[in-house]
């Protein structure tokens, strides 16, 4: 009995999820979301886990290595308000920068088929820092890092001083051109430490090192309103794990696809604010690099919204920003597009009578009409009950009460008014679900110059497995895996497991071509000197860490730049040339032939490095085959759109075990039914388990290869 | 030849239910002419002299052959589904662009647009950026069936692109590029992008050329050409339209973009067909337009039948001090509207005139934004329920070759169709009202900095702080501060980082500037102040563009006072540079003022040289307030004050609430309120037919605007006071008869928001706030400003006794 295990731990809005991985299992545990602390929901998934090995709680931690956390503490805090009183320090006559959002601030990160439906009565957000609560401080920097205005130490402590005495919980300093020259906020930063040792703080060139303050602001004040809840909490789920005996280290999921330990955890909370459907894409990456796929559209259908991302030669596509409540907030971040579609979106007719579905959810409460728990509008998921697709008897283990009367009364609340019966209805419901959905899909893929028929979709989240066929049919996928499916709820969890620990480095230039080699190289033999030291002090070998670098280009008179990843040292002319023929392979790829302005220069925005120390990980048993099993079909009248009707639909039904498959090929109409997802198989395709247990749907089989 | 829009299949005529889209009420009668008889008579308005206006029916050559068919019939998911494909068509169309041009005005500013018309030219649906385009796109289409369908013909793999005013574009710099979509060699429909290029000639770089005294000193503008002919791009043409820019690189890679655009749209459109079919496409098309007429239609019932013009004064660049006048008017009669340009002043030698083409996209971009908001863009639909009264040869609607390449009055004219459609909405349902909003942002006017870096590279400031915006007040609420401009709604100001990064220069502020607001009993939103210098440069050099704000137009309604209306101000060997470095930053324009004494005023329109120690301090357009301020919720000021947005001083000037301490002096502010009123009205002129007598409670049938009640009494319908229940004037009549007449210099009402008329205008004209207030008891009913003498507008509808409006709230 010396196997060790990792343990990956999902915080979502409903339930909490917690993956076990040894070499020779992996098991789940699911326990609701505590929202008041949602550390007890923590250890409760990992002692309904550990129940699950035949454990206790302590006996499973004893025996564990790691404990990796995807958490949405921090941005729960944000979108429901209740993070920190927070103080902005910030350069006198630029204070306005949170209030001002760029004057965008009414349409930022709004989905283009809204802004036009509220462009005359949409409203900014309320702030998160008024000016109250801001101190201007009389100091300026320049572009290049020189002092225009110094720094006068003694007017910036009174103003600080004030700023305290107002009762801040924490502090946010953030001035102009701080990225070029950290040294005044830095200064500012001991002078707050100094007179509230207590009190959080956090600079924002500590945080994000791209030129623009309005986003680099965000990130700090963002940072700074969630850090004292962050760090209360990193500390409660640390100390009670110590507590049950478990010696590991308790590592955080971040947003560039990796963790982080707990100490960076708590100074950097920000970090982890988008860190839930990363841990999903990273093990889809993880997935793609086991089963030989390169190209993969990630897609996961939760209760709320779908979220697409994009796989591409076995590395996740990345961007610069995210957005929150129309707060566009600067980080490297795994590229994941949401739109608000999933198994809660609620079905509507609008003014002229038309159909539609979604952006509203009925969320976990009140739920789908079907729950019974006061919700009287159709959702997606009523939908999907009244169809026949899900078994209201099985429906999330059993945990939830399943009233298909309750989905088909909502229907039909809705349908009448279109002359529609209720099933019509509800296939209609399905079909502009999913017709939203693909159109995302092409568009995460299209327009970053991807074409999806050349992608496999992977489909997880409790809906994925119910409408992958569906959208992936509209978006001209042609194979859907649903990787092992009894994993597939839970697949971020699963991610969490198995993150590697991750660092970004970003250093802005501005360097035309051609320039000689020794200035880049000596650069990023800069940074990475500093990133292999960081890693080394979590007990990484030297082996163990590897470090990928990357230039950002663009043509002077064009506005995009991109990532061009730069290959080994820089020692020669011919390496610069090299990276000169990549950026215009890696220009055109993503903007099209021909698409590059050369003539107006080229240059090197910025110098990124990302560092990663690999763990020695558990495969799982799913890299070594898994047991067939006879299969047990029944079957179920189910509603068909494609043929217009019900048709008697057979149904395989699978074990709640890891690993287990079928052999044979599915002919569509089928389900494949687990006991808290269902896989549908849409008339005309066909299904199939592979060697190691994962599902896969043939979406065109007519069309070939 | 055969008629267009009655022939369409092989020759046998259509019913009229069948009549092209666009073409018919959604009842399936053959829709009128958008312009009067009339006006029609008065010539050929093809384009070549008057502009050009389509005619109900097209003609185009036999061997043109149209796919109009469709099916009626269509399921609402179905319907749906397509309505959310097309839409994405626009959006791909829309991001090829972007992407294989990436460039600054496109990808940053979004100024362009991308729409899918039907075979006939209308168009079915606009995507998401400038606005602006929504509403003469159809136009350039619809004249390429009937000028060039015969020569030089119109067949798969061709693309077109014009740029000419006086067809369908706002100036030349908006080059639009579009293409027919064939299925089975039959016509079905079009798609098209218009975007702004950097520089297409003409005599200032930029192609912006407010001297031009006509056309023949602009940019070239091009007629439809045939750009890319069976799939092959034209070289001829693509040299002869690139040679004529200062950035032919970048022009040229912007026309890679927008013909990228192109594939991408009709490969879209292509699956569509292949997918349900063209009847069903052409369905779902059709019944998009129907929706959106009928949503349109059923909004307007709501609102009373009448007439309503509002009037703008402007000064022209280089010329600021003459006045002159730019109009619209809308009659309303049931489901239409009808808009007009009578009382505009005529063309001016100068370039600043609009178009028939801008004229009708304002309105229709007014019309989609208050009564369409849910409908996607639809301007075929709107335009349905609409019909235009051009004056041809005046400053709204010039004759070529009138020069018109700096848009003046063509942006001013969006503003203002805005604005009296908005007034009219006011009397209609509250659902209307809630979409109303003051106007905002003006002209768009800027100061565009530029010279080298002290390594001698060239470089331009982005002119984007502009875009920083605001929102005017609405019925209900405030306006939104620093919240972007309502026309290109993704777009925004930038970093200052950004800014610094690209051009030797330094901000020394950019913030929201505290009272630019216009007051009201719901304020407008505040907008920024900016302060610059030179810093590290070699030689700095502004140019002022557009017009002198301080006579941008940023009316309030209902009683609210207009916003500030923007300010070029400088100082020159300011002492600026010594303050820096002994660690002083000034972080306000109040603050920047007593450190370096009072400014001048920039009214130059040439490019100056900004010396080392020279400040450029930039006031931003704001945007108007609604209702009497007087009559604001005095908390309401007390948070503006505790927030920032509003001074102590102007809580006590504008609004009359007295702050001690910061807290509301509650006695004080109702005492000060009444005095203001009592010297209003004794400074004000009596009405010119007093209505003595009072309406009760219960006659009152709506409140149509701030303080006006509609009200139902024995002599029949009344506007009255809303505040004290005065009887002001029938609802025939115009009821500022029956209103006491303020008239003073808006410099006397608040002189921190707006200019003395004396140091700005030439003295012959007097310009003046016109404040019309109740006779009893003082409350502002509504403020215009104006020159002494012109005559007084219809602010509100006059409700024709013949059509009694019944309106439901």
Redesign the interface.
């Known amino acids: 009995m010396t196997a060790t295990f990792s343990i990956g731990v999902d915080i979502g809005g409903t339930f909490t999820d917690c993956v076990v991985v040894s070499e020779e299992r992996v098991v789940t545990g699911k326990v609701p979301t505590t929202p008041h602390d949602r550390s007890i929901g923590f250890f409760g998934a990992i002692e309904d886990a550990a129940r699950n090995l035949g454990l206790s709680l302590s006996e499973l931690l004893g025996r564990t290595s790691r404990i990796l956390h995807g958490t949405t503490t921090g941005v729960n805090a944000v979108v429901s308000r209740t993070g920190a009183k927070v103080g902005l320090v910030t350069t006198a006559g630029h204070g306005d920068v949170m209030l001002m959002m760029k004057g965008a601030g009414r349409t930022t990160g709004v989905i283009a088929d809204m802004v036009m439906d509220e462009v005359a009565t949409r409203r900014k957000p309320a702030p998160f820092v008024t000016r109250a609560f801001t101190a201007e401080i009389e100091q300026r920097m320049d572009r290049d890092g020189d002092v225009v205005v110094p720094l006068d130490e003694e007017k910036a402590r009174w103003k600080i001083q004030a700023l305290l005495d107002k009762g801040v919980e924490s502090v946010a300093i953030s001035l102009l051109w701080s990225v070029k020259n950290p040294e005044h906020e830095r200064r500012l930063a001991d002078i707050v430490r100094e007179l509230a040792p207590d009190v959080f703080v956090t600079c924002g060139s500590d945080l994000v090192s791209r030129v623009g303050e309005f986003e680099r602001t965000v990130t700090a004040v963002f940072n700074a309103y969630i850090g004292p809840l962050m760090v209360r909490y990193v500390d409660a789920i640390v100390s009670r794990a110590q507590e049950l005996g478990y010696q590991g280290q308790v590592l955080f999921a971040q947003s560039a696809g990796g963790a982080i330990n707990a100490d960076e955890a708590k100074v950097a909370p920000v970090l982890t604010m988008q860190s839930g459907p990363v841990s999903g894409v990273m093990n889809s990456a993880g997935f793609g690099l086991l089963h030989d796929e390169s190209n993969i559209i990630t897609t996961d259908v939760g209760g709320t919204t779908l979220d697409v991302s994009v796989i591409r030669r076995g590395e996740p596509l990345m961007r610069d920003s995210i957005v929150f409540d129309r707060f566009e907030m600067a980080m490297p971040m795994l590229d994941i597009e949401s739109i608000g579609a999933g198994g809660g979106s609620i079905a509507w007719l609008d003014e002229s009578g038309r159909l539609n579905v979604g952006p509203r959810s009925a969320g976990a409460d009140p739920g789908p009409a079907c729950y019974g728990r006061g919700g009287t509008e159709p959702t997606v998921t009523d939908a999907d009950v009244a169809l026949g697709l899900i078994d209201p008897g099985s429906f999330l283990h059993g945990t939830v009460t399943i009233d298909p009367e309750l989905s088909k009364a909502a229907i039909e609340r809705v349908g009448s008014k279109l002359c529609m019966d209720v099933y019509a209805t509800a296939a209609g419901i399905n079909r502009l679900v999913d017709a939203k959905m693909a159109d995302l899909i092409r568009r995460v893929t299209e327009f970053r110059g991807h074409d999806p028929r050349t992608f496999a979709l992977l489909a997880f989240g409790g809906g994925g497995p119910v409408h992958a066929a569906a959208y992936a049919r509209g978006s001209g996928v042609r194979r859907v895996i649903v990787p092992s499916p009894e994993l597939a709820p839970v697949w971020s969890a699963g991610g969490a497991a198995n993150l590697d620990i991750v660092h970004m480095y970003f250093e802005p230039v501005s360097l035309r071509l051609p320039t000689g080699p020794n200035e880049l190289e000596k650069r990023f033999a800069a940074l990475e000197g500093k990133a292999r030291a960081r890693l080394a002090a979590y007990g990484f070998a030297p082996e163990q860490i590897s470090v990928a670098r990357a230039v950002r280009m663009k043509h002077t008179m064009q506005i995009f730049d991109v990532e061009v990843p730069v290959q080994g040292a820089i020692r020669s002319e011919a390496d610069v040339d090299q990276i000169d023929r990549d950026f215009t392979a890696v220009y055109e790829e993503r903007f099209g032939h021909n698409s590059g302005s050369r003539a107006s220069g080229v240059q090197i925005t910025g110098l990124q490095l990302r560092a990663r120390g690999v763990w020695a990980r558990h495969a799982g048993p799913s890299s070594r085959g898994c047991e067939t099993v006879e299969p047990t079909w029944s079957s179920r009248p189910v509603y068909w759109e494609e043929t217009g009707g019900f048709a008697d639909t057979p149904v395989l039904r699978m074990q709640e075990r890891a690993g287990a498959r079928v052999d044979g090929t599915i002919a569509g109409p089928a389900l494949v039914e687990f006991p808290n997802t269902v896989i549908v198989i849409r008339p005309a395709q066909n299904g199939w388990f592979d060697d190691a247990g994962n599902f896969i749907i043939d979406v065109f089989p007519d069309r070939g290869e | 030849m055969r008629m267009y829009g009655r022939t369409l299949r092989n020759g046998e005529p259509m019913t009229a239910a069948e009549g092209p889209l666009g073409h018919v009420t959604p009842d399936g009668q053959l829709r009128e002419d958008e312009i009067s008889a009339a006006t029609r008579a008065q010539g050929p308005w093809d384009g070549s002299r008057l502009p050009w206006v389509p005619p109900v029916s097209i003609q185009t050559p036999s061997d043109l052959l149209f796919d109009a068919e469709f099916d009626t019939d269509i ?3 179905t ?3 397509l ?3 097309l ?2 068509v626009n ?2 169309h829309s ?2 662009i972007k ?6 005005y496109v ?2 500013l979004d100024d362009f647009s991308t729409s899918i018309h039907a075979e006939n030219g209308d168009t079915i649906l606009c ?2 950026s400038m606005v602006y385009f929504v509403g003469l796109a159809d136009l350039g289409v619809k004249w390429t069936l009937q000028h060039r369908a015969g020569n030089p013909g119109i067949h798969a793999g061709d693309v077109f692109l014009h740029n000419d005013p006086y067809i369908g574009v706002t100036h030349q710099n908006d080059v639009a590029v579009f293409a027919p979509v064939f299925h089975d060699g039959r016509l079905f429909a079009w798609v098209y992008s218009g975007a702004h290029q950097a520089d297409v000639g003409g005599a200032e770089p930029g192609s912006w050329c407010p001297n031009a005294t006509d056309m023949y000193q602009e940019a070239q503008p091009w007629p439809v050409v045939k750009l890319v002919d069976g799939g092959e791009v034209r070289g001829d043409i693509l040299g002869l339209f690139v040679r004529h820019s200062r950035a032919g ?2 022009v040229e ?1 912007q026309l ?2 927008q013909l ?1 655009g192109i594939d991408a749209a009709t490969r879209r459109i292509r699956e569509l067909l292949d997918e349900y079919g063209p009847r069903v496409v052409k369905g779902a098309m059709r019944r998009m337009v129907a ?1 959106t007429a ?2 349109v239609a059923r909004r307007l019932e709501t609102v009373p039948d009448g007439e309503i013009a509002e009037t703008w004064r402007m000064g022209i660049p280089g010329d600021f001090a003459r006045l002159h006048r730019l109009s619209r008017t809308i009659r309303k009669e049931g489901d239409l509207l009808v808009f007009g340009t009578r009382g505009s002043d005529p063309q001016l030698p100068k370039g600043v005139n609009g178009t028939y083409a801008t004229f009708r996209s304002g309105a229709v971009v007014a019309a989609s ?2 009564l369409a ?5 639809c301007p075929a639909g709107v335009l349905n329920q609409m019909r235009f009264e051009p004056d041809a040869g005046t400053l709204s609607v010039a004759t070529h070759p009138g020069a018109v390449s700096t848009q003046l009055f063509t942006v001013a004219g969006m503003h203002l169709s805005r604005n009296v459609l908005s007034r009219l909405l006011m009397t209609g349902s509250d659902d209307l009202r ?4 003051a106007a905002s942002v003006g002209q768009g006017s800027t100061i565009v900095p530029s010279g080298q870096g002290l390594d001698g590279s060239a470089s331009y400031a982005n002119f984007w702080d502009v ?3 605001s ?1 005017g007040a609405s019925p209900f609420d405030d306006g ?7 026309f290109s ?10 800014i ?2 690209s051009a030797p220069m ?7 500037r505290a009272d630019s607001g216009g007051p009201g009993c719901f304020r407008g939103g505040n907008s ?1 102040e900016v ?1 610059q210098i030179a ?2 440069a070699r030689v700095w050099m502004a140019q002022p563009v557009g017009n002198d704000p301080s006579i941008n137009a940023v009316p309030g309604l209902a009683g609210g006072l207009p916003g500030f209306p923007g300010a070029w101000e400088a100082k020159t060997a300011s002492g600026i540079l010594a303050a ?2 002994d ?6 324009r109040r603050e920047l003022e007593s450190l370096v004494g009072p400014f001048e005023r920039l009214t130059s329109q040439d490019y100056f040289i900004c010396g080392d120690d020279m400040i450029l301090v930039l006031g931003q357009t704001s945007s108007g307030g609604y209702g009497d301020p007087l009559t604001r919720n005095p908390s309401f000021v007390e948070t503006d004050v ?3 947005s509003v001074t102590a001083e102007a809580a006590e000037a504008s609004y009359a609430v007295v702050l001690v301490d910061g807290r509301i002096d509650q006695r004080a502010t109702a005492d000060l309120r009444a005095r203001r009123r009592r010297e209003r009205l004794a400074a004000a002129a009596a009405p010119v037919a007093p209505r003595p007598g009072h309406v009760e409670p219960g006659e009152v049938r709506r409140r149509v605007s701030g303080m006006i009640d509609l009200t139902d009494t024995a002599d029949g319908p009344l506007w009255a006071c809303g505040d004290c229940g005065r009887q002001l004037a029938p609802a025939d009549e115009n009821y500022r008869r029956g209103a006491a007449l303020l008239e003073s210099s808006p410099h006397a009402v608040r002189p921190e928001l707006y200019p003395d008329p004396e140091a700005v205008f030439d003295p012959s004209v007097r310009f003046v706030l016109r404040q019309w207030c109740c006779p009893s008891c003082g409350v502002l009913l509504s403020i215009e400003p104006a020159a002494e003498g012109d005559p007084w507008l219809n602010e509100m509808p006059t409700i024709r006794p013949s059509a009694p409006a019944e309106v439901t709230a």
């Open positions: 399921d609402p998911v319907y749906q589904v309505r959310y494909r839409w994405n959006l791909a991001d090829a992407r294989v041009s990436g460039a600054p990808c940053y995507g998401p690189a970048q890679l890679r973009g990228a929706d009928a949503a934004m208050l908001w849910d409908q996607l863009y809630a979409r109303v909003r875009l920083m915006g929102t939104e501060d620093v919240a972007g401009a309502w709604p993704s777009s925004g100001g930038g970093n200052v980082e950004e610094e990064a330094l901000y020394l502020y950019r913030r929201e920024i302060a810093h590290k820096l470095a660690g002083r930053l000034p972080a306000s505790e927030r920032g």
